[in-house]
């Protein structure tokens, strides 16, 4: 580790700040800053857990209120009703409330459609129905629950010490869970997630299991902070527990900290409580309600970043030693996957469709396509607009479920699998119309393929990464971000992105689309290079000189059923081809 | 188990109340299917419509016939105002939802702080009144709101439907760069849509201010239920919103008589949870 001099400075500072955060219910500081710096504590790791779903991944909760009052409750009857000792309460509402959240990711995070929209609707109704079902059993029944006898162990020789140390732990373990999640693999799957959901699980992201992982962290953390505060209040009602500025203060000080990253809402927590707590004005409760409305609407139209990038940018420039470095990593040619000696071409089939089927409603896109594609063979797949040649690539990766017939991949069907899953197998595509993720750099772009497709590690993949740019001559682009680079450079970032997924079979979808003559030229050297690699390739395209010129083997499709299969030369020549293209006069 | 006539009562109860859901659940769907735009403030506007009814007629005693239109055309002003934010800001469809949530915030806060956390009732002569059918009530009030939400969502069917302004609505729903380059005025479309939805607001606060007891924190029930009712009717379909809020109110109407009133916020979140659990593919 590089121990410099501004990099010890920062720990010690940073150590400073934690033993006298720890030390102050010691001190003679009255009670009221106690308290004061408990809430500050309570929304720090409110907010934080906010962000591990929301921000990362995008799926915006109105619901911490239910997932934070579940909490409240499960502590309150645990410990007031059932005599539970206080402390062995907290990994109960803990438990309690992460199951909540679980349960409404389960239900949502499955439909194609709407997710995010249906999430965020959700979760406000289930606030809402949980407070009901609080007030009308005896959970609370009306009345409220009293918790002023529970006995709490004394830190600091009081219970307000308990209080404060309790709070101090959930939001340093809150903050450490976000920078842990924010760090890792998961992190990197919820910020592809959060860009382009589809493509991140046809790049091997396991989406559903991120995104339930996700919300049994954030609803969690909620739930156990509620805990702590259902002894801080000594007193819980329905009414005050699942109150709108408790879905609301969490989203907003995330957003104005900045939700894309692990200390944006520490930061944002504590600038806003020191706002709303420090100036005790007398202000009517719905006045400063409506202030901090109007704040969030001001922050998500003029602030949608938050404050953290600007505080990175000016961090970098006063403490250039502590800021990542921006120089690219050195290159790792990846080995290739481990080809159970396969010869790199043969005859063997290494992909096929039988009998597929797929229908959208009354369109039948596919009617009982039977292809083989021979192991290192490029196969280029021709035929008119809504042939099925998309819908069949679509198909092949697991984006789509067939109504019938199977998908074999080296001898094992694939056609119940999930996308994540037959990305992993290998199985690799690039689209038409880029679909970079647009808050990763060009260099995370490609990492996060090599992570989730290609199963390396996080520091092996952004050096592979790196070998995959200059391999398709971006390596100058690796910092930039995607909408800072154009088409051209674009369409080979989605070809960069397949290869570093290390694929056996290559799915390429008019990837000339867009180029002009010399462009072309380069990517057919290209894509015969990553033949000659062994990867089997199978490419869609419209432009008839680079199917003669690349295929071994071309396949037409016309009104979703293959019309003709064999070498280019024999499939121009054949009538039916003709007359899809070139319609019937000249077929004669 | 409960008189017959009870139930027969509660089922007329609910499918009256349920065209008041139905009647929010418009706005809603409207903007949602076919602005791609998630207004979470149009309960509190349906709310603020419903509180500005009471005030005018109680505080100043303009009758609701009178502030109705002041009222729905103010709104409607108000929604293309809204839509314009939106365009200038470029806002998402999930952005969408943060802003109106905080215009809800900001509304219920303004209801409270001017007009207290109280419950208001608008007495009007006509309130009490209903027709009596053998053993059931009918309240005319009431019996007049579903009239109103039938009509405004078959004429809203209607005109999305059969005429040019509907096609083009429902083209740049699926594809709005398309729809563009066949040239249909998206901008403009869209603002008069936008404006529509904030006047059918207008038009459910009218009435709930005539039928319902006034609560600032009502905003907050009124969400879980007519979500609930405009993914059940389906979104941007206006028939559709009208059946999913009569049998809500219906399902609603029945679990107070048979169960236990208190219970009610529960049943719409049942059956959409049925709907996610078993229909899925409905979404």
């Not at chain 1, 007193?235 to 995330?254: D, H, R």
Request: aromatic letters at 10%.
């Amino acid at each position: 580790m590089d121990l410099s001099g501004n990099r010890v400075l920062a720990l010690i500072g940073l150590g400073a700040l934690a033993v006298g955060l720890v030390v102050v219910p010691a001190t003679n500081i009255p009670p009221y800053y106690i308290a004061f710096l408990y809430l500050v504590f309570f929304w720090i790791s409110m907010a934080t857990s906010w962000t591990i779903l929301s921000g990362f991944a995008g799926y915006w909760s109105f619901g911490h209120a239910a997932f934070f009052g579940t909490g409240v409750y499960t502590a309150g009857t645990l410990a007031a009703k059932l005599g539970v000792p206080f402390l062995l309460t907290l990994p109960a509402a803990a438990a309690v409330a992460a199951a909540l959240g679980t349960g409404v990711g389960w239900l949502v995070f499955r439909l194609k459609r709407l997710r995010g929209e249906l999430f965020a609707l959700m979760t406000i109704s289930v606030t809402f129905v949980v407070a009901t079902i609080i007030s009308n059993t005896p959970l609370d029944g009306g009345a409220g629950v009293y918790l002023i006898s529970v006995p709490v162990p004394e830190l600091f020789g009081s219970q307000n010490g308990t209080i404060y140390t309790l709070g101090l732990i959930f939001a340093a373990l809150a903050v450490a869970i976000a920078y842990t999640v924010y760090r890792s693999r998961m992190g990197l799957g919820l910020f592809a997630i959060h860009d382009d959901e589809d493509a991140a699980e046809v790049k091997g992201v396991p989406t559903f299991r991120y995104k339930l992982g996700a919300i049994a962290l954030s609803s969690g953390i909620a739930g156990a902070v509620g805990g702590v505060y259902s002894i801080y209040v000594s007193y819980v009602t329905v009414g005050e527990t699942f109150e709108v500025t408790v879905i609301m203060y969490p989203v907003v000080m995330s957003i104005f900290g900045g939700a894309r990253h692990w200390l944006g809402p520490a930061i944002g927590a504590t600038i806003i409580t020191v706002a709303l707590y420090g100036f005790p004005v007398g202000a009517q409760a719905a006045l400063v309600r409506g202030g901090v409305a109007l704040g969030l609407i001001l922050v998500v139209l003029l602030l949608p970043e938050g404050v953290m990038p600007s505080l990175q940018r000016s961090w970098r420039r006063l403490a250039p030693a502590l800021a990542p470095a921006r120089s690219l990593p050195a290159a790792l040619v990846p080995s290739p996957r481990s080809i159970e000696s396969v010869a790199i071409r043969s005859l063997a089939p290494v992909l096929q469709c039988r009998d597929v089927w797929k229908g959208f409603g009354g369109v039948q896109a596919l009617k009982g396509v039977t292809l083989d594609v021979r192991q290192g063979e490029i196969l280029g797949l021709v035929g008119p607009n809504g042939s099925g040649k998309s819908t069949l690539i679509n198909v092949v990766t697991g984006h789509f479920t067939l109504d019938r017939g199977t998908v074999v991949f080296n001898g094992a069907p694939i056609n119940d699998l999930s996308a994540h899953q037959v990305a992993r197998l290998g199985i690799a595509r690039s689209y038409q119309i880029p679909r970079p993720f647009n808050h990763l750099s060009v260099l995370d772009n490609v990492a996060m393929a090599a992570v989730f497709g290609g199963g390396s590690s996080g520091r092996e993949a952004r050096r592979e990464a790196v070998h995959w740019l200059r391999y398709t001559g971006l390596a100058e682009r690796a910092f930039d971000m995607p909408r800072q680079i154009n088409l051209h450079e674009r369409k080979f970032l989605e070809l960069a992105r397949a290869l570093a997924a290390r694929p056996r079979v290559l799915l390429l979808d008019e990837v000339l689309s867009g180029l002009n003559n010399a462009e072309i030229d380069e990517a057919l050297k290209l894509i015969r290079d990553i033949r000659a690699g062994g990867t089997t390739i199978i490419f869609v395209e419209h432009l008839m000189r680079a199917v003669v010129a690349l295929s071994d083997r071309v396949a037409v499709l016309n009104g979703g059923a293959l019309i003709a299969l064999g070498t280019p030369e024999e499939t121009m020549r054949d009538k039916e081809v003709v007359n899809v293209y070139l319609g019937k006069a000249h077929a004669s | 188990m409960p008189h017959l006539s009870l139930i027969e009562q509660s089922l007329v109860t609910g499918l009256l109340s349920g065209g008041l859901y139905g009647l929010l659940a418009l706005g809603l769907s409207m903007s949602w299917g076919l602005l791609r735009l998630v207004n979470i403030g149009h309960f509190a506007m349906a709310l603020l419509g419903a509180y500005l009814t009471w005030f005018m007629g109680t505080q100043l005693g303009i009758a609701p016939w009178l502030s109705g239109p002041i009222i729905i055309a103010a709104f409607f002003l108000y929604g293309i105002a809204l839509h314009w934010v939106f365009m200038r800001f470029g806002v998402t469809e999930m952005q969408s939802m943060l802003i109106t949530f905080a215009l809800a915030v900001i509304v219920e806060a303004s209801i409270q702080t001017l007009w207290t956390a109280d419950f208001r009732r608008f007495e009007t002569p006509w309130g009490r009144q209903s027709w009596i059918a053998g053993s059931l009530y009918v309240p005319k009030l009431n019996l007049l709101a579903f009239l109103v939400a039938a009509l405004l969502a078959a004429s809203t069917w209607a005109w999305l439907r059969y005429t040019y302004v509907g096609r083009a609505l429902r083209a740049c729903a699926e594809d709005a760069p398309i729809a563009t380059a066949f040239g249909i005025n998206h901008r403009g479309l869209s603002f008069l849509l936008s404006g529509l939805c904030a006047a059918y607001a207008a038009v459910a606060g009218l009435f709930i201010a005539l039928v319902a007891t006034l609560a600032p924190s009502e905003i907050w029930t009124w969400i879980g239920v007519v979500f609930a009712v405009v993914i059940i009717g389906r979104l941007g379909n206006p028939l559709g919103a009208l059946a999913g809020g009569i049998l809500i109110g219906v399902c609603e109407a029945l679990t107070m008589a048979m169960v236990n009133p208190s219970w009610a916020p529960l049943v719409s979140f049942s059956v959409l949870i049925a709907l996610l659990l078993f229909r899925p593919r409905w979404i």
